[in-house]
Nanobody, 115 residues
């Protein structure tokens, strides 16, 4: 069993930056890829960025060039550096850990960007 704890959300002005952090505990040896997703009010949850244990990264088009996902396997953490934030980035951001067919989600952290 894997547990995920997220931190770093908050309220920022447009153009500002935030860094989200997700720390995994439990059966961390079973984790393959990790990622960040987000869900805005009235919208479906969407992929933001993923990273494999080998460091391969994938980004949703709207955040590419602004967001950076990174992973520290030794510390069992995955981070999301968000630069040049826009009001449309406002959402609850969720950390996800993939273990084969299984997946574990974090509790979510609110990111609000004001204009």
């Amino acid at each position: 069993q894997v547990q995920l704890v997220e931190s770093g959300g908050g309220l920022v002005q447009a153009g500002g930056s935030l860094r989200l952090a997700c720390t995994a505990s439990g059966s961390i040896f079973s984790i393959n890829a990790m990622g960040w997703y987000r869900q805005a009010p009235g919208k479906q949850r969407e992929l933001v960025a993923t990273i494999t244990s080998g460091g391969l990264r994938n980004y949703e088009d709207s955040v590419k060039g602004r967001f950076t996902i990174s992973r520290d396997n030794a510390k069992n953490t995955v981070n999301l550096r968000m630069n040049n934030l826009k009001p449309e980035d406002t959402a609850v951001y969720y950390c996800k850990a993939n273990m084969g067919f299984l997946a574990t989600w974090g509790q979510g952290t609110q990111v609000t960007v004001s204009s």
